[in-house]
């Protein structure tokens, strides 16, 4: 403020007259016009900072949609993915109908993983004795090269 006339005056119980006080209204004036320039200006920025942040959250959720189709492990074949989901089976008991439990855990993920789990379940063991005699590799050195082989799927055509 450019009158600094009244600085003295600050902090304390000074009481102006009425001279003065008309003086401090015409000081205030112009202050008090800037402030509520400011705020309006504030509520403007606020106004498109919400709409900046919305147009932020509606491309975030296009992006997740395309980068979910371009997963790799979309693409690696149903054959390979059956024989990742038999390695997830227990080889020391037979598997349980238990929700967080490969084989019903892996059904529940996409309609495709239902498709290609469900026909496993009854020539599953047939199914991995192929790759076992093809290969002729324990089951977990099975699973790592046919994991081997998905990492060089290409994720974009």
Known sequence: MEDSSFAT???TNYAPSDSELFKLRGI??????????IED???????????LKDAK??????IREYRALVSPLRRVPDDILGAIFLACLHSSRNPIMANNEAPMLLTQVSHRW???AHPLHGSGQQFISLFHLRLKLPLPQITLRIMS?????????
Request: proline letters at 5%.
């Open 57 to 62: 959250v509606s491309r975030e959720v296009a």
């Open 41 to 51: 200006e504030i509520q403007r920025s606020l106004v498109h900072l919400k709409k």
């Open 114 to 116: 239902r498709q290609v």
């Open 9 to 11: 005056h600050f902090g």
């Open 28 to 37: 205030l004036k112009v202050p008090l016009v800037e402030i509520d320039n």
């Open 149 to 157: 082989v998905a990492r060089k799927l290409p994720m974009f055509d």
